[in-house]
């Protein structure tokens, strides 16, 4: 059984950072590409940030690039967000997954999700 859990969100000031952790169990977890959404109540899950198997090369959604650094320790088999400069507009439920492919990932395409952690930026 696969299982994705994240940690670390809470609520936040705007302008804190915060890092989120995804711990992934029941498979190998240094063969996955990482990825990390977002959503909104009554909006697509957007996507953040991938990084591969090695963590040697990681993808970004445009605005995401400046602010927020995706990073994983395969010895530990988490995966982190990193968010810098946290505005109120970042307010949603962060999502980790697992996949196969960074290209995958960031259309969506996952093998398996975690259950979200909530984030709330307040000014």
């Known amino acids: 059984q696969v299982q994705l859990v994240e940690s670390g969100g809470g609520a936040v000031q705007a302008g804190d950072s915060l890092t989120l952790a995804c711990t992934v169990s029941g498979r190998t977890f240094s063969s996955s590409v990482m990825g990390w959404f977002r959503q909104v109540p009554g909006k697509e899950r957007e996507f953040l940030a991938a990084?591969?198997?090695?963590?040697?090369?990681?993808l970004y959604a445009d605005f995401a690039k400046e602010r927020f650094a995706i990073a994983r320790d395969n010895a530990k088999n988490m995966v982190t967000l990193q968010m810098n400069s946290l505005k109120r507009e970042d307010t949603a439920v962060y999502y980790c997954?697992?996949?196969?492919?960074?290209?995958?990932?960031?259309?969506?395409?996952?093998?398996?999700w975690g259950q979200g952690t909530q984030v709330t930026v307040s000014s």
């Open positions: 990084i591969t198997s090695d963590g040697i090369y990681s």
């Open positions: 997954a697992a996949g196969q492919r960074t290209s995958e990932i960031r259309r969506g395409i996952c093998d398996y």
